[in-house]
């Protein structure tokens, strides 16, 4: 059973840093695309970043310069980097992964979730 665990959240005011990780079990995802997605109440999910197979990686505009992805195939785990955090960043983290090899911004193309972890930004 794939299971996806978010782990970092939690309260820092504008400015700040925070970081994720996420833990992949179940299955070796080394091959796949991981990535993170947010959701602010009363918004749509929304891409946030994701990293594939190989190392290659891609922002949303809204986060480029400020975040940065990296995973771990060895400890099947991704992680995320935010500084410069500002109060519009504030949402709830989904950490997925993708099957495809591609690096796709639409929550449609992952296949798996974790639950979700709270980052709240205070200004």
């Known amino acids: 059973q794939v299971q996806l665990v978010e782990s970092g959240g939690g309260l820092v005011q504008a400015g700040g840093s925070l970081g994720l990780s996420c833990a992949a079990s179940?299955?070796?995802?080394?091959?796949?695309?991981m990535g993170w997605f947010r959701q602010a109440p009363g918004k749509e999910r929304e891409f946030v970043t994701a990293i594939m197979w190989h190392g290659g990686t891609r922002y949303a505009d809204s986060v480029k310069g400020r975040f940065t992805v990296s995973r771990d195939n060895a400890k099947n785990t991704v992680y995320l980097q935010m500084n410069s955090l500002k109060p519009e960043d504030t949402a709830v983290y989904y950490c997925a992964v993708s099957r495809q090899f591609i690096a796709t911004m639409s929550p449609r193309g992952y296949d798996y979730w974790g639950q979700g972890t709270q980052v709240t930004v205070s200004s």
């Open positions: 179940g299955r070796t995802f080394s091959n796949y695309t």
